[in-house]
């Protein structure tokens, strides 16, 4: 007769947070897919470099404040975004509900500036290879930053209302706020490429 070890979870919760989540994994891969996604434009960008006689070629360099106050607001948006983890961590609803404004508006600002930013690159994106790869560039971390907008504007509804004692939407915020922080660190390669290597 063969014995069934049988493990009892009743005593478990229902709901991780952090690591034991599943969707905490699906959000590492989707950030591997995507930061993998940015690696091949770099290297397309740097390929670029490499043929052309004078970077960037037929056009100044791109004027440096939009990015860099895109730049700096980006850095800045961190300290909020790890606060409001935090507070997910300690089911907070209070606190959540108020981080959540924070970085919405935090992740709208950045889009306001960005349409500035596309006017002070001082190429169109059909003029040549380069102002190709970085109207590429700016749009793909563009559409990031929409993505992780939309997403914390449905968080916010959500915290909102009767389903923010769902403690799975704890584990929600917890994972935006870790996709934000890679939002942010995604773009400081981009940005060093566009802002930096036409001025070495």
Same mark, same amino acid.
């Given at each position: 007769?063969?014995?069934?070890?049988?493990?009892?979870?009743?005593k478990?919760?229902?709901?991780?947070?952090?690591?034991?989540?599943?969707t905490w994994r699906?959000?590492?891969?989707?950030?591997l897919?995507?930061?993998?996604?940015?690696?091949?434009?770099?290297?397309?960008?740097?390929y670029?470099?490499?043929? @052309?006689?004078?970077?960037?070629?037929?056009?100044? +360099?791109p !004027?440096? $404040?939009?990015? &860099?106050? /895109?730049?700096?607001m980006?850095?800045?948006?961190?300290?909020?975004?790890i606060?409001?983890?935090?507070?997910?961590?300690?089911?907070?609803?209070?606190?959540?509900?108020?981080?959540?404004?924070?970085?919405?508006?935090?992740?709208?600002?950045?889009?306001a500036l960005?349409?500035?930013?596309?006017? @002070?690159?001082?190429?169109?994106w059909?003029?040549? +290879?380069? !102002?190709? $790869?970085?109207? &590429?560039? /700016?749009?793909?971390?563009?559409?990031?930053?929409?993505?992780?907008?939309i997403?914390?504007?449905?968080?916010?509804?959500?915290?909102?209302?009767?389903?923010?004692?769902?403690p799975?939407?704890?584990?929600?915020?917890?994972d935006?706020?870790?996709?934000?922080?890679?939002?942010?660190?995604?773009?400081?390669?981009?940005?060093?490429c566009?802002?930096?290597v036409?001025r070495?």
């Amino acid at each position: 007769m063969k014995e069934r070890v049988v493990l009892d979870v009743s005593k478990l919760p229902p709901h991780g947070m952090g690591t034991a989540r599943p969707t905490w994994r699906g959000t590492c891969a989707f950030m591997l897919i995507e930061g993998t996604a940015f690696a091949p434009v770099i290297a397309i960008y740097f390929y670029l470099t490499s043929l @052309a006689p004078q970077w960037p070629p037929g056009a100044p +360099a791109p !004027g440096f $404040i939009p990015g &860099t106050f /895109l730049a700096a607001m980006l850095l800045a948006s961190v300290v909020p975004d790890i606060l409001l983890s935090r507070w997910a961590r300690q089911r907070n609803l209070r606190k959540i509900r108020l981080g959540l404004i924070v970085m919405s508006l935090l992740g709208a600002a950045p889009l306001a500036l960005r349409a500035f930013e596309f006017t @002070a690159l001082h190429v169109r994106w059909d003029d040549n +290879a380069y !102002g190709s $790869i970085i109207w &590429t560039m /700016l749009g793909l971390h563009t559409t990031h930053i929409i993505t992780d907008l939309i997403d914390s504007l449905v968080l916010t509804c959500l915290m909102f209302s009767r389903h923010a004692d769902n403690p799975r939407r704890y584990g929600d915020v917890e994972d935006n706020a870790m996709y934000w922080n890679f939002v942010v660190v995604a773009w400081i390669p981009l940005y060093a490429c566009i802002y930096w290597v036409p001025r070495l």
